[in-house]
């Protein structure tokens, strides 16, 4: 990157503009200033009309086709959040432009197309990002800097849960894309659980070796959006997994959907050899705050501290995409590797849900 690239703004378009893009990425490449959103693209036409008015793109740069957003010359760098079923396709199409990309999480429908995409984007020598968010929690980058300093000693179980409760027969959701294997790849193992695999293996620096999976659906059927008719469920609404990591650490998950009277609830314990940490995230809201039992004297007295998180934890997802641009990353955030590492635990998952046994990585 030339001397002239690092100083200025860089030239983003975002394709698909939904919930996502609306909260966290227009607003963080806005709030960016080495950011510049220049073009648009959904293949919603309420959507995009939506998003050019609140951002202010000429009608030259907003688009229904991906493939016309990627070509537009004023775009450097593509960020992709549509649905699943799409990401594999979008973000290689930038990669085989040469443009960078952010793209969101599961990265893609199989491990296959995982690969496609690592090895295009390695190939060509791009820059990349994917959108596990939760590595910018700070209370996160605290406890991995815990780790990494050494003070937890020899990790032997790490304990992740996600719950959310929008599942639920009377919240009434109806068959969204989330729903459809077709279009999502799985169902609350792929939305949730891949946020919970990468966050395990981001704090402690471990990578899974072997996992076993059981996953189920309550809702069987939901009411077709505009239509009186319903639609079948294929995916899970909730995945409940072991894995087996590097050093033997055992670590277990429970994600699901059903969890009555949960937001967007996160817990996550770690048991060393030297001390033990937990994480929430949601339970107290506006918290942000780590619980450690560290020494002799917590371990007598079974307390665990909480501390306060220093501030040079603080990170934001859309200027970490700007950081790796620019060749300033923290190399934190994670990339489309730690994307391909993470799809492979997700298949290997659904793989050990079928057979009902281990499944070798
Ligand atoms: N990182 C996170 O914490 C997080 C949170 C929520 C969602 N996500 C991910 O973000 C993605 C989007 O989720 P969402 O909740 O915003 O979905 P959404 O349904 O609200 O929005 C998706 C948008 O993409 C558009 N779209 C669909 N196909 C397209 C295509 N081929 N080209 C252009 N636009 C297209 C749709 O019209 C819609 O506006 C998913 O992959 C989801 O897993 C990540």
């Not at 999502?184 to 395990?200: E, Q, R």
Request: charged share 25%.
């Amino acid at each position: 990157m030339s001397m002239e690239q690092k100083s200025r703004r860089i030239g983003i378009g975002s394709v698909g503009l939904g919930n996502i893009s609306k909260g966290v990425h227009l607003p963080g490449i806005e709030r960016s200033p080495d950011l510049k959103l220049v073009a648009l693209c959904d293949i919603d036409p309420k959507a995009l009309k939506e998003a050019q008015e609140k951002y202010n793109i000429p009608d030259s740069h907003c688009f229904t086709n991906y493939q016309d957003l990627i070509n537009c010359p004023d775009v450097e760098a593509v960020d992709i959040s549509t649905p699943n079923d799409s990401h594999f396709e979008i973000a290689y199409a930038a990669a085989m432009a040469g443009k960078p990309y952010a793209l969101e999480k599961p990265i893609t429908m199989t491990r296959e197309e995982a690969d496609k995409l690592a090895e295009i984007t390695r190939e060509k020598g791009l820059k990349s990002m994917v959108c596990f968010s939760y590595r910018f929690i700070p209370a996160v980058r605290y406890m991995k800097d815990i780790i990494d300093r050494g003070l937890i000693g020899d990790i032997y179980h790490v304990s992740m849960q996600y719950f959310q409760a929008w599942g639920l027969p009377d919240a009434n959701v109806p068959l969204v894309w989330r729903y459809i294997k077709e279009r999502t790849g799985s169902g609350a193992l792929g939305d949730l659980g891949s946020h919970g695999i990468d966050l395990v293996r981001f704090v402690t620096g471990k990578e899974y070796k072997k996992v076993i999976g059981h996953a189920g659906t309550f809702v069987h059927e939901r009411k077709i959006p505009g239509s009186d008719e319903t639609g079948k469920v294929d995916v899970d609404d909730f995945c409940n997994y072991m894995a087996e990591m590097d050093g033997n650490t055992s670590v277990n998950f429970q994600i699901t959907r059903f969890a009555y009277g949960r937001g967007n609830y996160q817990r996550m314990e770690v048991y060393g050899s030297k001390g033990a940490m937990v994480y929430h995230l949601d339970a107290t809201p506006n918290t942000n705050e780590i619980e450690v039992c560290m020494g002799e004297v917590n371990r007598e007295a079974r307390v665990f501290t909480k501390l306060p998180i220093p501030d040079k934890f603080k990170a934001d997802q859309m200027q970490s995409f700007a950081d790796i641009l620019k060749d300033k990353g923290d190399d934190l955030a994670a990339t489309i590797f730690d994307g391909q590492r993470n799809q492979h635990v997700l298949d290997s998952i659904l793989e050990s849900v079928e057979k009902g046994e281990w499944v070798t990585l």
